[in-house]
Every structure is written in C-alpha cells, then in structure tokens.
C-alpha cells in the first residue's frame, strides 16, 4: 500500500478511472452484439440503426482514449461490413 499521498490519490483516480473504462468497453460490447443479431435476423433498417449508435459509441471511446484509433476503426470498418453483407 502507498505510504505517499499522492500515491494513495493516484490510486484512487486509477480505481475511478478504471470502472469508467469498464462501464464504457460493456456498452460498446452490447451495441456490437444488437448489430450482430440484426444482421443474423437479416433486418437491414435495425441492422444500420445499430450500427450507427454502436459506432457513435466506438468513436467517442477512441476519442478518450479508452479504446485505441486503430481499434476503433477496425471495429467500425467490420460491423459497416457485416451490415453491408445483409440483403
């Protein structure tokens, strides 16, 4: 255990931050998942109505640095393709 204040503060702000990490990788994990099964139902409107919020969510992560740009993008750039894969 830190003996520094600062250490012990810095542990707090990683614990905080932590869970704000986690809370937000969950999310983008569930919109991933609702575009996946609109693409398994073949329903191409709910499909791209997903996909737009998952990637609005994908987007911000990378933009906070929570996910990285290349990630993000790639996560992106897979879903466009699965979408765009339903008839």
């Known amino acids: 255990m830190a003996n520094i204040k600062s250490a012990k503060k810095r542990i707090l702000i990683d614990q905080r931050n932590e869970a704000r990490n986690k809370d937000v990788k969950s999310s983008i994990k569930t919109s991933v998942k609702k575009v996946n099964s609109a693409v398994e139902a073949n329903d191409k409107a709910a499909a791209e109505e997903a996909l ?33 894969s339903v008839d």
């Open 52 to 84: 737009k919020e998952a990637s609005i969510k994908i987007s911000k992560a990378a933009s906070k640095g929570i996910l990285k740009k290349e990630t993000a993008s790639r996560k992106i750039s897979r879903l466009s393709a699965s979408v765009n």
